[in-house]
């Protein structure tokens, strides 16, 4: 079974772009969650979605959105980017949402995004 | 919200049994520990989750106390290959506020 993918996997943006970044589930998963990962903040959850519905946000401005897809398929979209935006961004697919049984997830590689 | 408190490093030799303790106060009634293993340039790897009392299947052992307010991973007989960075989650089901520990990297020397 293939894994999760993520698309692209480098991204060079200029301060006040947007962009948007993709993930595929594995086959199956009904459940995206988005990661932001920075050497200094660590692991920091951006949110989750299950059947095209956003279930769970973490604390980040309204910049960072996302969306799923009737495929499962999930898209991250960050407005007007900063210089601390410069992160990977990962994402994790799971059968079920929250936590709790069914809910192990199954990260992809990241996409590596640099702000300059 | 349930923060977690990990050491951020720890060594250990080939054979040995490795304990990583994560410290979460806070933790909700609602609330599941997983610990997940990352290497440089991946995404971090699903080993276990537990809710109370202990958990193990073929990798790992999770050992969580009545209060829950800490869990021990441990992990038998270390190789070179599980030189990494793991990573508890105290998670709620409910609102989903997910709360990675800052890391701790676990270096096996041969």
């Known amino acids: 079974k293939a894994g999760v993918t993520q698309t692209p996997r480098y991204l060079i943006k200029t301060r006040g772009q947007q962009v948007t970044l993709s993930c595929s589930p594995i086959?199956?998963?009904?459940?995206v969650s988005w990661y932001q990962q920075t050497p200094g903040q660590g692991l920091q959850f951006l949110f989750e979605?299950?059947?095209?519905?956003q279930r769970n946000k973490g604390n980040f401005p309204g910049r960072f959105s996302g969306r799923q897809f009737s495929n499962s398929r999930s898209e991250m979209n960050v407005s007007t980017l900063e210089l601390g935006d410069s992160a990977l961004y990962l994402c994790?697919?799971?059968?079920?949402w929250g936590q709790g049984v069914g809910s192990e997830q199954y990260f992809g590689p990241g996409t590596r995004l640099t702000v300059t | 919200l349930a923060k977690t408190t990990q050491p951020i490093s720890m060594d250990s030799y080939e054979g040995q049994e490795v304990n990583i303790t994560c410290s979460h106060n806070n933790i909700a009634t609602n609330d599941y520990i997983t610990w997940y293993q990352q290497f440089p340039s991946q995404g971090p790897r699903f080993i276990i989750q537990g809710y109370k009392t202990k958990v193990t299947n073929e990798v790992a052992s999770l050992f969580i106390p009545a209060d829950r307010k800490s869990s021990t991973l441990s992990l038998p007989r270390v190789s070179l290959s599980d030189t990494a960075v793991y990573y508890c989650l105290v998670g709620t089901s409910n609102t989903g506020k997910l709360i990675f520990g800052q890391g701790t990297t676990l270096q096996v020397k041969p």
């Open positions: 086959s199956g998963h009904r459940s």
């Open positions: 979605y299950f059947s095209e519905t």
């Open positions: 994790a697919s799971s059968l079920a």
